[in-house]
Nanobody, 115 residues
Framework: QVQLVESGGGLVQPGGSLRLSCAAS????????MGWYRQAPGKQRELVAV???????NGADSVKGRFTISRDNAKNTVYLQMNSLKPDDTAVYYC?????????WGQGTQVTVSS
């Protein structure tokens, strides 16, 4: 069983930056592929970025060049550095852990980009 707790969300002006963190409890964190998803009001949840157990990363086209996902296995934590934020980035951001058939979600953290 893995519990995920996100933090770092908030209100930021367009062009600003935020760093989200997701702390995982439980064993074998390094074996999990970790991802960030987001869900805006009235829209489906969408993938933002993922980092595999081996450290490879991938991200949605809409955030490439602006967002960076990383992980620190010693701290059981995954990060999402978000730069050049736009109003369209406003959403609840969810952390996800996946290993085989096991999938876990955090409770989400709100990110609002507005002037």
């Amino acid at each position: 069983q893995v519990q995920l707790v996100e933090s770092g969300g908030g209100l930021v002006q367009p062009g600003g930056s935020l760093r989200l963190s997701c702390a995982a409890s439980g064993r074998d964190f390094s074996f999990y592929a970790m991802g960030w998803y987001r869900q805006a009001p009235g829209k489906q949840r969408e993938l933002v970025a993922v980092v595999t157990s081996g450290g490879r990363t991938n991200g949605a086209d809409s955030v490439k060049g602006r967002f960076t996902i990383s992980r620190d296995n010693a701290k059981n934590t995954v990060y999402l550095q978000m730069n050049s934020l736009k109003p369209d980035d406003t959403a609840v951001y969810y952390c996800n852990a996946r290993w085989g058939n096991s999938v876990y979600w955090g409770q989400g953290t709100q990110v609002t980009v507005s002037s």
